[in-house]
Protein backbone atom coordinates (compact mmCIF):
# COMPACT_ATOMS: atom_id res chain seq x y z
CA UNK A 1 0.00 0.00 0.00
CA UNK A 2 1.06 3.58 -0.88
CA UNK A 3 0.31 7.24 1.06
CA UNK A 4 0.12 10.07 -0.89
CA UNK A 5 -0.04 13.38 0.59
CA UNK A 6 -0.59 16.57 -1.16
CA UNK A 7 0.11 19.92 -0.02
CA UNK A 8 -2.36 22.26 -1.26
CA UNK A 9 -3.12 26.14 0.14
CA UNK A 10 -5.57 24.99 2.27
CA UNK A 11 -4.74 21.99 3.67
CA UNK A 12 -2.87 18.39 3.22
CA UNK A 13 -5.18 15.81 2.05
CA UNK A 14 -3.50 12.06 2.52
CA UNK A 15 -4.76 9.12 1.27
CA UNK A 16 -4.37 5.55 1.15
CA UNK A 17 -3.91 3.50 -2.41
CA UNK A 18 -3.61 0.20 -3.14
CA UNK A 19 0.05 -0.95 -5.50
CA UNK A 20 -1.63 0.26 -8.23
CA UNK A 21 -3.06 3.49 -6.74
CA UNK A 22 -6.78 2.91 -6.33
CA UNK A 23 -7.64 4.81 -3.65
CA UNK A 24 -8.84 3.26 -0.26
CA UNK A 25 -9.54 6.03 1.79
CA UNK A 26 -8.32 9.75 2.49
CA UNK A 27 -8.69 12.95 4.94
CA UNK A 28 -7.73 16.03 4.99
CA UNK A 29 -6.31 18.76 7.78
CA UNK A 30 -6.55 21.92 7.22
CA UNK A 31 -3.97 24.91 8.13
CA UNK A 32 -4.05 28.50 7.27
CA UNK A 33 -2.27 31.19 5.07
CA UNK A 34 -1.54 34.17 5.63
CA UNK A 35 -2.53 37.20 3.16
CA UNK A 36 -2.18 40.86 3.52
CA UNK A 37 -2.04 44.24 1.44
CA UNK A 38 0.78 44.63 -0.95
CA UNK A 39 0.82 41.31 -2.39
CA UNK A 40 1.84 38.85 0.72
CA UNK A 41 0.65 35.31 0.46
CA UNK A 42 2.89 33.28 3.81
CA UNK A 43 2.61 29.94 5.58
CA UNK A 44 4.40 28.26 8.34
CA UNK A 45 6.18 25.15 6.80
CA UNK A 46 5.83 23.56 10.07
CA UNK A 47 1.77 23.68 9.99
CA UNK A 48 2.72 21.37 6.46
CA UNK A 49 4.54 18.93 8.62
CA UNK A 50 2.31 18.48 11.25
CA UNK A 51 -0.92 18.02 8.68
CA UNK A 52 1.51 15.26 7.33
CA UNK A 53 2.02 14.00 10.71
CA UNK A 54 -2.05 14.44 11.65
CA UNK A 55 -3.02 13.17 8.58
CA UNK A 56 -0.78 10.39 8.78
CA UNK A 57 -2.23 8.97 12.09
CA UNK A 58 -5.88 9.37 11.18
CA UNK A 59 -5.54 7.82 7.63
CA UNK A 60 -4.07 4.57 9.60
CA UNK A 61 -6.20 4.75 12.84
CA UNK A 62 -9.42 5.36 10.44
CA UNK A 63 -8.83 2.86 7.99
CA UNK A 64 -7.62 -0.11 10.29
CA UNK A 65 -4.59 -0.65 7.91
CA UNK A 66 -1.74 -2.59 9.36
CA UNK A 67 1.13 0.32 9.42
CA UNK A 68 3.58 -2.76 8.22
CA UNK A 69 1.76 -3.11 4.91
CA UNK A 70 2.45 0.79 4.07
CA UNK A 71 5.60 0.03 1.58
CA UNK A 72 6.03 3.74 0.84
CA UNK A 73 4.98 6.96 0.66
CA UNK A 74 5.30 10.56 -2.18
CA UNK A 75 4.10 14.18 -1.62
CA UNK A 76 2.44 16.49 -4.11
CA UNK A 77 2.44 20.15 -3.57
CA UNK A 78 2.05 23.93 -4.07
CA UNK A 79 4.47 24.74 -6.01
CA UNK A 80 6.58 28.07 -7.28
CA UNK A 81 7.07 29.21 -3.67
CA UNK A 82 10.30 29.63 -1.47
CA UNK A 83 10.89 27.86 1.58
CA UNK A 84 14.48 29.21 2.67
CA UNK A 85 16.25 27.27 5.40
CA UNK A 86 19.55 27.78 7.37
CA UNK A 87 22.60 25.18 7.71
CA UNK A 88 20.37 23.02 9.75
CA UNK A 89 17.09 23.15 7.62
CA UNK A 90 14.98 25.16 9.74
CA UNK A 91 13.05 28.35 7.91
CA UNK A 92 14.42 31.17 8.67
CA UNK A 93 10.97 32.83 7.68
CA UNK A 94 7.11 31.97 6.63
CA UNK A 95 7.21 30.21 3.54
CA UNK A 96 6.35 33.09 0.56
CA UNK A 97 3.55 30.82 -1.60
CA UNK A 98 3.07 30.67 -5.40
CA UNK A 99 0.29 33.82 -4.68
CA UNK A 100 2.91 36.28 -3.56
CA UNK A 101 3.37 39.34 -5.65
CA UNK A 102 5.78 41.12 -3.94
CA UNK A 103 8.88 41.02 -6.02
CA UNK A 104 7.96 42.80 -8.90
CA UNK A 105 11.32 45.16 -9.37
CA UNK A 106 13.07 42.14 -8.57
CA UNK A 107 11.24 40.24 -11.62
CA UNK A 108 11.61 43.90 -13.99
CA UNK A 109 15.40 43.92 -12.82
CA UNK A 110 15.91 40.33 -14.56
CA UNK A 111 13.81 41.03 -17.70
CA UNK A 112 16.09 44.00 -17.90
CA UNK A 113 19.21 42.30 -17.73
CA UNK A 114 18.24 38.81 -19.56
CA UNK A 115 15.48 39.98 -22.00
CA UNK A 116 12.09 38.76 -21.55
CA UNK A 117 11.46 37.06 -24.84
CA UNK A 118 14.48 34.96 -24.22
CA UNK A 119 14.03 34.34 -20.86
CA UNK A 120 10.58 32.34 -21.61
CA UNK A 121 12.79 30.74 -24.27
CA UNK A 122 15.10 29.38 -22.04
CA UNK A 123 12.67 29.19 -18.86
CA UNK A 124 9.81 28.09 -20.23
CA UNK A 125 8.33 30.83 -18.50
CA UNK A 126 8.07 34.89 -18.50
CA UNK A 127 9.67 36.55 -15.77
CA UNK A 128 7.03 37.27 -12.81
CA UNK A 129 6.78 37.70 -9.42
CA UNK A 130 4.95 34.89 -8.23
CA UNK A 131 8.16 32.78 -9.38
CA UNK A 132 10.62 31.04 -6.84
CA UNK A 133 13.61 32.92 -8.22
CA UNK A 134 12.26 36.53 -7.56
CA UNK A 135 10.71 35.88 -4.33
CA UNK A 136 14.42 34.89 -3.37
CA UNK A 137 15.80 38.23 -4.54
CA UNK A 138 13.01 40.14 -2.51
CA UNK A 139 14.46 38.51 0.65
CA UNK A 140 17.82 39.37 -0.17
CA UNK A 141 17.01 42.71 -1.21
CA UNK A 142 14.35 43.60 1.71
CA UNK A 143 14.97 41.26 4.58
CA UNK A 144 19.34 41.07 4.54
CA UNK A 145 19.35 39.88 8.21
CA UNK A 146 17.28 37.29 7.11
CA UNK A 147 18.86 35.87 4.30
CA UNK A 148 22.39 36.10 5.81
CA UNK A 149 20.60 33.01 7.31
CA UNK A 150 19.53 31.16 4.24
CA UNK A 151 21.17 27.96 3.33
CA UNK A 152 19.00 25.88 1.03
CA UNK A 153 16.08 27.14 -1.18
CA UNK A 154 12.76 24.76 -1.56
CA UNK A 155 9.63 23.87 -2.53
CA UNK A 156 6.79 23.07 -0.13
CA UNK A 157 7.08 19.14 -0.94
CA UNK A 158 10.72 19.57 -1.05
CA UNK A 159 10.79 20.44 2.57
CA UNK A 160 8.08 17.53 3.67
CA UNK A 161 10.35 15.08 1.97
CA UNK A 162 13.37 16.58 3.72
CA UNK A 163 11.39 16.01 7.23
CA UNK A 164 10.51 12.14 5.91
CA UNK A 165 14.09 11.21 5.02
CA UNK A 166 16.55 13.72 6.16
CA UNK A 167 17.52 14.38 2.35
CA UNK A 168 17.08 17.36 0.58
CA UNK A 169 16.33 17.59 -3.28
CA UNK A 170 13.66 18.46 -5.59
CA UNK A 171 12.40 17.17 -9.36
CA UNK A 172 12.48 18.29 -12.60
CA UNK A 173 8.43 19.48 -12.26
CA UNK A 174 9.00 21.85 -9.26
CA UNK A 175 12.38 23.05 -10.62
CA UNK A 176 10.89 24.05 -13.57
CA UNK A 177 8.53 26.44 -11.48
CA UNK A 178 11.24 28.19 -10.34
CA UNK A 179 12.34 30.64 -13.17
CA UNK A 180 15.84 29.05 -12.37
CA UNK A 181 15.51 26.24 -14.37
CA UNK A 182 16.94 25.56 -18.04
CA UNK A 183 14.08 23.24 -19.38
CA UNK A 184 16.51 22.48 -22.17
CA UNK A 185 19.29 21.30 -20.58
CA UNK A 186 17.05 20.18 -17.11
CA UNK A 187 19.29 21.89 -15.20
CA UNK A 188 20.07 25.31 -12.71
CA UNK A 189 20.76 27.77 -15.30
CA UNK A 190 23.46 29.57 -14.18
CA UNK A 191 22.78 32.58 -16.99
CA UNK A 192 19.44 32.81 -14.54
CA UNK A 193 21.21 32.70 -11.23
CA UNK A 194 24.20 35.10 -11.92
CA UNK A 195 21.99 37.23 -13.59
CA UNK A 196 19.91 37.31 -10.21
CA UNK A 197 23.12 37.27 -7.92
CA UNK A 198 22.34 33.88 -6.54
CA UNK A 199 24.53 31.33 -5.15
CA UNK A 200 23.89 27.74 -7.40
CA UNK A 201 24.42 26.14 -3.82
CA UNK A 202 21.52 27.27 -2.60
CA UNK A 203 19.23 25.33 -5.09
CA UNK A 204 18.91 21.46 -4.25
CA UNK A 205 19.75 18.50 -6.56
CA UNK A 206 17.23 17.81 -9.13
CA UNK A 207 16.28 14.28 -8.90
CA UNK A 208 13.39 12.45 -11.25
CA UNK A 209 9.49 12.35 -9.91
CA UNK A 210 9.73 8.52 -9.34
CA UNK A 211 13.45 8.35 -7.71
CA UNK A 212 13.44 6.96 -4.35
CA UNK A 213 14.76 9.47 -2.29
CA UNK A 214 15.38 7.24 1.26
CA UNK A 215 13.19 5.25 3.56
CA UNK A 216 11.68 7.21 6.79
CA UNK A 217 14.38 8.43 8.93
CA UNK A 218 13.16 7.03 12.44
CA UNK A 219 12.34 10.07 13.99
CA UNK A 220 9.78 10.36 11.15
CA UNK A 221 8.32 6.74 11.83
CA UNK A 222 8.11 7.14 14.90
CA UNK A 223 6.00 10.81 14.91
CA UNK A 224 4.15 9.01 11.54
CA UNK A 225 3.08 5.52 12.96
CA UNK A 226 5.41 3.57 10.05
CA UNK A 227 7.47 1.06 9.58
CA UNK A 228 11.10 1.94 8.50
CA UNK A 229 10.82 0.23 5.97
CA UNK A 230 8.55 2.68 4.17
CA UNK A 231 10.19 4.62 0.71
CA UNK A 232 9.49 8.09 -0.04
CA UNK A 233 8.93 8.75 -3.36
CA UNK A 234 10.22 12.07 -4.45
CA UNK A 235 6.95 13.09 -6.17
CA UNK A 236 6.11 15.94 -7.68
CA UNK A 237 4.53 19.71 -8.00
CA UNK A 238 1.05 19.68 -8.18
CA UNK A 239 -0.21 20.63 -11.50
CA UNK A 240 1.83 18.24 -13.29
CA UNK A 241 0.79 15.58 -10.82
CA UNK A 242 -2.81 16.46 -11.42
CA UNK A 243 -2.12 15.53 -14.44
CA UNK A 244 -1.67 12.57 -13.88
CA UNK A 245 -4.63 11.95 -11.57
CA UNK A 246 -7.16 13.55 -14.90
CA UNK A 247 -4.82 10.36 -16.98
CA UNK A 248 -3.11 12.80 -18.85
CA UNK A 249 0.22 11.20 -19.52
CA UNK A 250 0.80 11.51 -23.05
CA UNK A 251 -0.38 13.92 -25.93
CA UNK A 252 -3.23 11.61 -27.33
CA UNK A 253 -4.86 11.90 -23.70
CA UNK A 254 -5.89 15.33 -24.57
CA UNK A 255 -6.91 18.46 -22.18
CA UNK A 256 -8.33 19.07 -18.90
CA UNK A 257 -8.82 22.02 -16.47
CA UNK A 258 -8.29 22.12 -12.65
CA UNK A 259 -10.88 24.09 -10.79
CA UNK A 260 -9.00 24.58 -7.86
CA UNK A 261 -7.95 27.62 -5.51
CA UNK A 262 -5.84 28.39 -8.63
CA UNK A 263 -7.14 27.01 -11.74
CA UNK A 264 -5.48 26.08 -14.53
CA UNK A 265 -6.05 24.42 -18.34
CA UNK A 266 -3.07 21.99 -19.72
CA UNK A 267 -2.17 18.85 -21.54
CA UNK A 268 0.75 17.19 -21.87
CA UNK A 269 3.51 17.49 -25.05
CA UNK A 270 6.40 15.79 -26.05
CA UNK A 271 7.82 19.66 -26.35
CA UNK A 272 7.79 22.79 -24.25
CA UNK A 273 4.74 25.18 -25.70
CA UNK A 274 5.38 28.83 -26.24
CA UNK A 275 3.15 31.16 -27.35
CA UNK A 276 3.59 34.36 -29.02
CA UNK A 277 1.95 37.00 -26.18
CA UNK A 278 3.80 34.61 -23.47
CA UNK A 279 0.33 34.25 -21.81
CA UNK A 280 0.84 30.29 -21.07
CA UNK A 281 4.39 28.24 -19.80
CA UNK A 282 5.35 24.78 -19.75
CA UNK A 283 6.06 22.47 -16.63
CA UNK A 284 8.28 19.71 -16.90
CA UNK A 285 5.91 16.86 -16.54
CA UNK A 286 6.22 14.09 -13.87
CA UNK A 287 6.58 11.61 -16.59
CA UNK A 288 9.65 11.41 -17.79
CA UNK A 289 10.42 13.68 -21.16
CA UNK A 290 7.42 15.01 -21.14
CA UNK A 291 6.23 18.71 -20.55
CA UNK A 292 2.65 20.00 -19.45
CA UNK A 293 1.99 23.13 -21.10
CA UNK A 294 -0.07 24.87 -18.84
CA UNK A 295 -2.38 28.52 -18.40
CA UNK A 296 -3.04 29.42 -14.46
CA UNK A 297 -4.87 31.95 -13.50
CA UNK A 298 -4.60 33.04 -9.38
CA UNK A 299 -8.44 32.75 -8.24
CA UNK A 300 -10.45 30.61 -9.83
CA UNK A 301 -12.20 28.53 -7.62
CA UNK A 302 -10.83 31.24 -4.78
CA UNK A 303 -13.31 33.69 -6.83
CA UNK A 304 -16.21 31.07 -6.09
CA UNK A 305 -15.07 30.91 -2.79
CA UNK A 306 -14.54 33.86 -2.02
CA UNK A 307 -18.64 34.89 -3.37
CA UNK A 308 -19.82 32.03 -1.30
CA UNK A 309 -18.49 33.12 2.00
CA UNK A 310 -19.46 36.95 1.23
CA UNK A 311 -23.12 36.26 0.43
CA UNK A 312 -24.02 33.08 2.57
CA UNK A 313 -26.53 34.34 5.39
CA UNK A 314 -24.33 32.01 7.87
CA UNK A 315 -20.41 31.88 6.73
CA UNK A 316 -19.50 29.05 9.40
CA UNK A 317 -22.00 27.07 6.77
CA UNK A 318 -21.47 28.23 3.63
CA UNK A 319 -23.33 27.13 1.00
CA UNK A 320 -21.72 27.43 -2.57
CA UNK A 321 -24.00 24.67 -4.04
CA UNK A 322 -27.05 26.60 -3.32
CA UNK A 323 -25.62 29.99 -4.33
CA UNK A 324 -24.56 28.11 -7.64
CA UNK A 325 -28.40 26.82 -8.02
CA UNK A 326 -29.90 29.81 -7.49
CA UNK A 327 -27.74 31.38 -10.01
CA UNK A 328 -28.79 29.35 -12.88
CA UNK A 329 -32.23 31.37 -12.61
CA UNK A 330 -30.45 34.43 -13.94
CA UNK A 331 -28.68 33.52 -16.92
CA UNK A 332 -30.00 35.71 -19.16
CA UNK A 333 -30.20 38.73 -16.76
CA UNK A 334 -26.56 39.02 -16.45
CA UNK A 335 -25.85 40.45 -20.52
CA UNK A 336 -24.20 43.69 -18.81
CA UNK A 337 -22.68 42.78 -15.85
CA UNK A 338 -19.18 41.21 -15.44
CA UNK A 339 -16.39 40.28 -13.07
CA UNK A 340 -13.11 40.54 -12.87
CA UNK A 341 -11.59 37.86 -11.38
CA UNK A 342 -8.27 38.97 -10.43
CA UNK A 343 -8.39 38.93 -6.18
CA UNK A 344 -4.62 37.71 -6.02
CA UNK A 345 -3.29 39.63 -9.47
CA UNK A 346 -3.00 37.60 -12.26
CA UNK A 347 -1.09 35.10 -14.32
CA UNK A 348 -2.72 33.69 -17.56
CA UNK A 349 -3.41 35.64 -19.34
CA UNK A 350 -2.38 39.11 -18.07
CA UNK A 351 0.69 38.32 -16.19
CA UNK A 352 -0.16 41.46 -13.92
CA UNK A 353 0.65 41.69 -9.99
CA UNK A 354 -1.63 45.61 -10.03
CA UNK A 355 -4.53 43.59 -11.64
CA UNK A 356 -7.69 43.93 -8.82
CA UNK A 357 -10.90 42.40 -8.69
CA UNK A 358 -14.16 44.25 -10.06
CA UNK A 359 -17.50 44.16 -10.47
CA UNK A 360 -18.80 46.40 -13.84
CA UNK A 361 -22.25 46.68 -14.58
CA UNK A 362 -23.91 46.82 -11.33
CA UNK A 363 -27.76 48.00 -11.70
CA UNK A 364 -30.46 47.74 -8.60
CA UNK A 365 -31.74 44.95 -9.90
CA UNK A 366 -28.66 42.85 -9.48
CA UNK A 367 -29.03 40.91 -6.29
CA UNK A 368 -26.92 37.63 -4.75
CA UNK A 369 -28.33 35.70 -7.67
CA UNK A 370 -26.76 38.10 -9.92
CA UNK A 371 -23.50 38.45 -8.30
CA UNK A 372 -22.69 34.87 -8.14
CA UNK A 373 -23.88 33.99 -11.91
CA UNK A 374 -21.01 36.95 -12.58
CA UNK A 375 -18.59 35.66 -10.77
CA UNK A 376 -19.03 31.98 -12.68
CA UNK A 377 -18.80 33.98 -16.09
CA UNK A 378 -15.42 35.55 -15.42
CA UNK A 379 -13.60 32.41 -14.54
CA UNK A 380 -14.74 31.17 -17.59
CA UNK A 381 -14.25 34.21 -19.79
CA UNK A 382 -10.47 34.23 -18.13
CA UNK A 383 -10.18 30.53 -18.60
CA UNK A 384 -11.46 31.03 -22.40
CA UNK A 385 -8.54 33.70 -22.74
CA UNK A 386 -6.43 30.78 -22.32
CA UNK A 387 -7.54 28.41 -24.18
CA UNK A 388 -7.19 31.35 -27.08
CA UNK A 389 -3.81 31.76 -26.39
CA UNK A 390 -2.86 27.91 -26.63
CA UNK A 391 -4.49 27.95 -29.83
CA UNK A 392 -2.73 30.69 -31.13
CA UNK A 393 0.42 28.59 -30.64
CA UNK A 394 -1.19 26.28 -32.24
CA UNK A 395 -2.53 23.48 -29.35
CA UNK A 396 -5.65 21.39 -30.51
CA UNK A 397 -8.01 21.52 -27.73
CA UNK A 398 -11.49 19.44 -28.62
CA UNK A 399 -12.21 18.31 -25.45
CA UNK A 400 -11.57 19.37 -21.63
CA UNK A 401 -12.03 16.84 -18.44
CA UNK A 402 -12.38 18.79 -15.37
CA UNK A 403 -11.43 17.98 -11.70
CA UNK A 404 -11.07 19.60 -8.68
CA UNK A 405 -13.76 20.86 -6.43
CA UNK A 406 -15.85 23.32 -8.33
CA UNK A 407 -15.98 20.37 -11.60
CA UNK A 408 -18.96 19.04 -8.92
CA UNK A 409 -21.52 21.19 -10.18
CA UNK A 410 -23.64 20.25 -13.36
CA UNK A 411 -24.09 24.20 -13.92
CA UNK A 412 -20.45 25.46 -13.51
CA UNK A 413 -19.61 22.37 -15.88
CA UNK A 414 -22.14 23.84 -18.56
CA UNK A 415 -21.82 26.96 -18.26
CA UNK A 416 -17.79 26.61 -19.36
CA UNK A 417 -18.90 24.48 -22.38
CA UNK A 418 -21.08 26.72 -23.80
CA UNK A 419 -18.29 29.79 -23.04
CA UNK A 420 -15.57 27.64 -24.22
CA UNK A 421 -17.25 25.72 -27.63
CA UNK A 422 -16.11 22.44 -26.34
CA UNK A 423 -17.13 19.83 -24.80
CA UNK A 424 -16.51 19.37 -21.26
CA UNK A 425 -16.71 16.04 -19.10
CA UNK A 426 -16.45 15.23 -15.53
CA UNK A 427 -13.85 12.73 -14.18
CA UNK A 428 -14.57 10.02 -11.73
CA UNK A 429 -11.79 11.91 -9.47
CA UNK A 430 -13.33 15.19 -9.20
CA UNK A 431 -11.55 16.04 -5.91
CA UNK A 432 -8.95 13.13 -5.54
CA UNK A 433 -6.56 13.92 -8.96
CA UNK A 434 -3.95 15.31 -6.92
CA UNK A 435 -3.70 12.55 -4.55
CA UNK A 436 -4.48 9.51 -7.36
CA UNK A 437 -1.63 11.40 -9.30
CA UNK A 438 0.62 11.33 -6.55
CA UNK A 439 0.07 7.78 -5.58
CA UNK A 440 0.61 6.45 -9.32
CA UNK A 441 3.98 8.48 -9.17
CA UNK A 442 4.45 6.71 -6.25
CA UNK A 443 3.80 3.15 -7.54
CA UNK A 444 5.95 4.08 -10.37
CA UNK A 445 8.64 4.96 -8.17
CA UNK A 446 8.50 1.78 -6.15
CA UNK A 447 7.89 -0.40 -9.57
CA UNK A 448 4.86 -1.17 -8.75
CA UNK A 449 3.10 0.13 -11.96
CA UNK A 450 3.28 2.24 -15.33
CA UNK A 451 2.14 5.55 -15.19
CA UNK A 452 -0.39 4.58 -18.15
CA UNK A 453 -2.60 2.65 -15.40
CA UNK A 454 -3.43 6.73 -14.54
CA UNK A 455 -6.20 5.84 -17.21
CA UNK A 456 -7.93 2.83 -15.69
CA UNK A 457 -8.28 4.63 -12.30
CA UNK A 458 -10.77 7.22 -13.25
CA UNK A 459 -13.69 7.52 -16.03
CA UNK A 460 -15.48 10.05 -17.80
CA UNK A 461 -19.02 9.74 -15.71
CA UNK A 462 -20.49 13.26 -17.42
CA UNK A 463 -20.10 15.43 -20.73
CA UNK A 464 -21.55 19.25 -21.20
CA UNK A 465 -21.77 19.96 -24.99
CA UNK A 466 -21.60 23.64 -25.61
CA UNK A 467 -25.49 25.23 -26.82
CA UNK A 468 -24.21 27.11 -30.10
CA UNK A 469 -26.93 29.97 -29.61
CA UNK A 470 -25.02 30.63 -26.34
CA UNK A 471 -21.94 29.66 -26.71
CA UNK A 472 -21.57 32.71 -29.82
CA UNK A 473 -23.34 35.07 -27.60
CA UNK A 474 -20.53 34.23 -24.70
CA UNK A 475 -17.66 34.81 -27.70
CA UNK A 476 -19.37 38.68 -27.96
CA UNK A 477 -19.26 38.97 -23.94
CA UNK A 478 -16.36 37.57 -23.60
CA UNK A 479 -14.82 40.23 -25.90
CA UNK A 480 -16.44 43.08 -23.59
CA UNK A 481 -14.63 41.31 -20.62
CA UNK A 482 -11.50 41.72 -22.24
CA UNK A 483 -12.51 45.15 -23.71
CA UNK A 484 -13.76 45.86 -19.12
CA UNK A 485 -10.01 44.75 -18.11
CA UNK A 486 -8.15 46.55 -21.04
CA UNK A 487 -9.90 49.46 -20.24
CA UNK A 488 -8.85 49.39 -16.17
CA UNK A 489 -5.74 48.37 -17.12
CA UNK A 490 -3.92 52.13 -16.22
CA UNK A 491 -5.97 52.34 -13.55
CA UNK A 492 -4.36 48.71 -11.77
CA UNK A 493 -1.01 50.62 -12.53
CA UNK A 494 -1.76 53.54 -11.03
CA UNK A 495 -3.34 52.23 -7.65
CA UNK A 496 -0.20 50.18 -7.37
CA UNK A 497 2.01 53.49 -7.29
Known amino acids: ?15 LHTDQGRLIASVTVSYGAHFAAGGVAEQDPDDWWSAVVEATRTLLD ?5 PSAVEGL ?24 WADTRSAKQAARLGDI ?13 LDPTYSVEKVMWVRDEEPDIFSRV ?24 ASGTNAYDQKAGTWSSEVLDAAGLDRALFPQILESTDVVGPVTAAAAELLGLPRSARVVMGGGDGPIAAVGAAVVAPEDGAYVSLGTSSWISFASATPVHDPAMSTFTFDHVVPSMYVPTATMQAGGASIAWINEVLSPDPARPDVAGLIADSDGVRDDTAGLYFLPYLLGERSPWWNADARAAFIGLSRHHGRAHLTRAVLEGVAFNLFSCIQAFRAAGANLDNIDAIGGAAASDSVLQLLADVWGVPVRRRTVVGEANSLGAAVTGAVGLGLAEFSAARDLSEVVAEFVPT ?30
Request: hydrophobic content about 40%.
Open 151 to 174: RHVAQAKDYVVHRLTGRLATDRSD
Open 1 to 15: MLIAHDLGTSGNKAS
Open 468 to 497: ADRHGEYVRRHAEFVDAYQALEPWFAKGSR
Open 62 to 66: ESKVD
Open 114 to 126: LGREYAYSLLGHR
Open 74 to 97: VVSGQMMGAVLLDSAYEPVRPAII
